[in-house]
């Protein structure tokens, strides 16, 4: 499937809001599996999310509105109501960046304590070899 979105306002954002003209291409094989183009450029599903994000059109855009979805947002709570300002203000750009930003560094941190336990292991084992290669009743010199 393939969407072309006329650009000639230059409207959209980095590295894309140059064309007049962008395309959004989605491949999908027979295993399930996809793959993205923007401009037929291989691009990851996040530039297609990225490019969209702080325009209204996306998951919760409000340039077009489905069936129900004004009683939805009259009906919203205030998470729900607050994450369709920041969409419609293009904060949720950001927000998305920290989180994913915020998951990786716990992650990184995970590693680190992983590989300082291992670095601590190891060091012990180093210790034990090192005493078992000294005879018990040497004597020094």
Do not use: C
């Amino acid at each position: 499937m393939e969407l072309v979105f006329d650009n000639s306002d230059h409207s959209l954002q980095g590295a894309w809001g140059q064309y007049a003209e962008v395309s959004i291409k989605r491949q999908l094989t027979r295993q399930g599996e996809s793959t993205y183009f923007i401009n037929n450029q291989t691009v990851r599903r996040r530039d297609i999310t990225d490019l969209f994000l702080g325009t209204g059109v996306g998951a919760r855009g409000y340039a077009v509105i489905e069936q129900g979805m004004i009683s939805r947002i009259i009906e919203a709570r205030p998470e729900e109501l607050r994450a369709y300002i920041e969409e419609a203000a293009g904060v949720s750009k950001y927000k998305e960046r920290r989180k994913e930003t915020e998951g990786r560094l716990k992650d990184t941190r995970e590693h680190l304590q992983r590989l300082g336990d291992l670095q601590n292991e190891l060091a012990r084992q180093v210790e034990k070899l090192e005493n078992r290669r000294k005879p018990p009743n040497a004597t020094n010199p």
